[in-house]
Nanobody, 125 residues
Framework: QVQLVESGGGLVQAGGSLNLNCTAS????????MGWFRQAQGKEREFVAA????????YYEDSVKGRFTISREKAKNTIYLEMTTLQPDDTAVYYC??????????????????WGQGTQVTVSP
């Protein structure tokens, strides 16, 4: 019941920056959490950053703290991910995700019911 559309990925050199965005449509009034995950080739999905939607609390994975910033325009059901000081280890497909219930820890992928198609971020050395 929620559709997510992502954009903003691309190819950058180490130390560069990219900005991702994601807009949700559909039954957005039930959004509980909204954020970003990433998945490198051959690896599991991992948490990046997210909002507790109503309260506005933000959560970050330790590996991106100080480099990535999540923001939102709540009325537009849109979130952003500003990524700076990118490193090759950041290379992955980045997914926007929405949770409509509180059944799992905020960093667990299974707790999110709706996913975007993903946008590729590639960081060259």
């Amino acid at each position: 019941q929620v559709q997510l559309v992502e954009s903003g990925g691309g190819l950058v050199q180490a130390g560069g920056s990219l900005n991702l965005n994601c807009t949700a449509s559909g039954r957005t009034q039930t959004t509980y959490r909204m954020g970003w995950f990433r998945q490198a080739q051959g690896k599991e999905r991992e948490f990046v950053a997210a909002f507790s939607w109503n309260g506005g609390t933000t959560y970050y994975e330790d590996s991106v703290k100080g480099r990535f910033t999540i923001s939102r325009e709540k009325a537009k059901n849109t979130i952003y991910l500003e990524m700076t000081t990118l490193q090759p280890d950041d290379t992955a497909v980045y997914y926007c995700a929405v949770s409509d219930r509180a059944m799992y820890h905020w960093a667990v992928p299974d707790g999110y019911q709706y996913w975007g198609q993903g946008t590729q971020v590639t960081v060259s050395p």
